[in-house]
């Protein structure tokens, strides 16, 4: 009798579990079609988009959604620096001669950047201190619109590669200055770690490898304790936010992209420039 009631139970168990089969079949063949098919179709339609361009980007086989047009990219496509290093532009840097510089910098620069590099308002860059490689950089970033800003765009797009160079030289030429010791506040462990050893479980190199002069940095690499708080503030988190994009290889938006608030804080009155 045993065996006769488990196999009567089988046999009444076996139509609940088509039934069951059949059930989760259907669910699963009406979402495929519900978000690949009716969906897609029924939103790309309002959109001006066809059938089957909408099924296919519901696929993934398209790029772009299957609820809106895809808005195609006019913009020419620019390196993200066009400074290359080549024996005709060290040349230049070299042949640079900065009594040609100061002229020029009078007429366009010392309104903001001041006649020795120490700049007028802490929104704007100190140049004293920094390599001619660093300033004539930045200067044909803005010129070719690798970088951006209101005044430095048309100020550097009207000159020409040897009056950058000049420029450049003569700001390389100033003194650097006596650090202030009262404006010298000690640092938080976890920011001077930040700067000399980095943090290694997050990918993010010191800042001393680079920004330190005679770390052997890239050539372009700007010297950090010439300049300002609000400074570096901006730019850092200009480079986190991916609204600055001159960086060769995009270092530094990898870099700051990392760093909390309260590092980017950190680093920066750890490396402000209190002066005398």
Same mark, same amino acid.
Not at 1 to 20: E, F
Not at 44 to 61: E, M, N, P, V
Not at 153 to 160: N, Q, V
Not at 201 to 227: D, V
């Given at each position: 009798?045993?065996?006769? &009631?488990?196999?009567?139970?089988?046999?009444?168990?076996?139509?609940?579990?088509?039934?069951?089969s059949i059930a989760v079949l259907a669910i699963a063949v009406g979402g495929v079609l519900l978000g690949v098919l009716i969906i897609p179709?029924?939103?790309?339609?309002?959109?001006?988009?066809?059938? %089957?361009?909408?099924?296919?980007?519901?696929?993934?086989?398209?790029p772009g959604s299957p609820a809106r047009q895809q808005v195609p990219d006019r913009t020419p496509p620019t390196p993200v620096s066009r400074v290359v290093w080549t024996p005709d532009l060290l040349q230049i840097l070299a042949a640079a001669k900065p009594e040609r510089g100061f002229a020029k910098a009078q007429e366009v620069c010392v309104a903001c950047h001041g006649e020795q590099g120490v700049s007028r308002a802490p929104e704007f860059p100190n140049l004293a201190g920094q390599s001619g490689a660093a300033i004539y950089k930045q200067l044909n970033d803005y010129r070719t619109g690798s970088r951006t800003h209101p005044l430095m765009?048309?100020?550097?797009?009207?000159?020409?590669e040897a009056t950058l160079a000049d420029i450049a030289a003569y700001y390389a030429a100033q003194p650097k200055r006596n650090a202030d010791?009262?404006?010298?506040?000690?640092?938080? $462990?976890?920011?001077?770690?930040?700067?000399?050893?980095?943090?290694? &479980?997050?990918?993010?190199? $010191?800042?001393?490898?680079?920004?330190?002069?005679?770390?052997?940095?890239?050539?372009?690499?700007?010297?950090?304790?010439?300049?300002?708080?609000?400074y570096l503030v901006l730019q850092l988190k200009? %480079?986190?936010?991916?609204?600055?994009?001159?960086?060769?290889?995009?270092?530094?938006?990898?870099?700051?992209?990392?760093?909390?608030?309260?590092?980017?804080?950190?680093?920066?009155? %750890? %490396?402000?420039?209190?002066f005398r």
């Open positions: 009798m045993t065996q006769s &009631s488990d196999s009567d139970a089988h046999t009444l168990d076996r139509p609940w579990r088509t039934w069951a179709v029924v939103q790309g339609r309002s959109d001006g988009i066809d059938a %089957y361009t909408a099924i296919c980007r519901a696929l993934g086989i398209l765009t048309d100020i550097a797009k009207a000159l020409d010791p009262a404006t010298l506040a000690e640092s938080p $462990p976890a920011i001077v770690r930040l700067v000399e050893l980095g943090d290694p &479980s997050r990918n993010i190199p $010191p800042c001393a490898s680079c920004h330190r002069p005679g770390s052997g940095g890239p050539i372009e690499t700007p010297i950090l304790s010439e300049q300002g708080k609000e200009m %480079y986190a936010a991916g609204d600055r994009r001159n960086d060769v290889y995009g270092r530094m938006r990898a870099i700051a992209a990392k760093l909390t608030p309260t590092e980017i804080d950190g680093l920066a009155v %750890y %490396y402000r420039a209190g």
